[in-house]
């Protein structure tokens, strides 16, 4: 039987917790994906229908890539809106291109079916042990939780730095350090002493500084890449960052009562996928009186553009400026730099007239 090498496509820095997952418990190699970069979107968008979604052409051409660099399996995540479709025309696709490779899609497991979410991972490795995946889940559920806590201290003091690079220097750290954890004590050890290097570091943090909400679309929030590294150029303003949108609080911790009881009186019915959660976080950054709020997307995704409208009456009742941000593979990074520009030139311009 050939050796299963296993891969799963690249988003922000969570391959870390995927390689424990994957080589720990389901016995497989593990082929980490290579960052996103402009071959990874050259490859997608080459092989994926014109007006599908950056995300689909982006995993499309992650998925390319760690073929070449040797996976046999490919896993396919499932999702709430059209991302659940993903699975079959990928696999289509590449069997197109005439790639033989295994493809596991997790969009056909019915989640809260345990046999059926079962059944679905023994596809990756039918051999796998359920002990092992059982003392390996816990690891890998509370490394992802970390990753999170840490990367949002990061985004609340990177543009303050004395020294520029501190934070990616002890991040990059960090997350290689983290490969090689197998326990909880091991883990919890490892994430408590990196947090004392984080805090470690200079910063010249001002009293009252800019502070800017991001909100929107899963996968281009989370895939800095796909938003031409927006975090870092709002760090290099001066500006503290915050984002709830990842891992950890979407998928481990998501409070779906509380979202639609807090939302209530600007959206009584879900718009699906991310759309509860973008309307939710951009009223309680309104609330705290941030200074502005940026929603990113991707082109053409409907929820978000269903959200919209209610951003913008969000932004109309708190008096709260709103940039709107949509990113496609032929998006124009000088447009983007422009505009955010702007919206930092604008925010600044407000700060100064509520004093």
Request: proline share 5%.
């Amino acid at each position: 039987m050939e050796k299963i090498k296993a891969s799963f496509p690249h988003l922000g820095n969570y391959y870390a917790p995927l390689e424990v997952l994957f080589t720990e418990g389901f016995s497989v190699e593990y082929v980490v994906p290579p960052p996103i970069t402009k071959k990874t979107l050259a490859l997608g968008s080459r092989y994926s229908p014109d007006y599908v979604c950056a995300p689909f052409k982006y995993n499309l051409g992650n998925f390319i890539e760690t073929i070449e660099a040797g996976a046999n399996t490919l896993v396919q995540t499932g999702g709430v809106c059209r991302l659940r479709y993903y699975g079959e025309l990928h696999e289509q696709i590449l069997r197109d291109l005439g790639y033989n490779v295994r493809f596991v899609n997790m969009a056909k497991v019915q989640d809260r079916n345990p046999i059926s979410f079962y059944n679905g991972l023994k596809e990756i490795n039918p051999q796998m042990s359920l002990k092992k995946i059982s003392q390996v889940l816990p690891v890998v559920l509370k490394m992802i939780e970390y990753i999170d806590e840490a990367e949002d201290f990061i985004r609340r003091n990177v543009g303050f730095e004395r020294m520029i690079g501190s934070f990616d220097k002890v991040h990059d750290s960090f997350l290689n350090e983290l490969r090689t954890v197998r326990t909880k004590k091991d883990l919890k050890e490892t994430y408590q002493n990196y947090m004392k290097l984080f805090r470690a570091i200079e910063v010249n943090k001002p009293a009252r500084p800019l502070k800017v909400g991001i909100v929107g679309e899963y996968y281009t929030i989370m895939e800095p890449f796909s938003n031409y590294y927006i975090e870092k150029e709002l760090a290099q303003l001066g500006i503290v960052v915050d984002r709830w949108m990842n891992v950890s609080n979407s998928l481990l911790h998501y409070p779906k009562k509380q979202l639609k009881e807090n939302i209530k009186n600007y959206a009584k019915y879900p718009m699906g996928a991310t759309s509860m959660a973008t309307i939710d976080r951009a009223l309680e950054f309104a609330k705290k009186d941030y200074d502005g709020i940026i929603h990113v997307k991707s082109f053409g995704c409907t929820p978000e553009i269903d959200a919209i409208p209610v951003l913008q009456n969000i932004s109309n009742d708190f008096k709260i400026p709103i940039l709107y941000l949509s990113f496609d593979t032929q998006s124009s990074e000088t447009s983007f730099n422009t505009r955010l520009e702007a919206f930092y030139d604008m925010i600044i311009m407000r700060k100064d007239t509520k004093k």
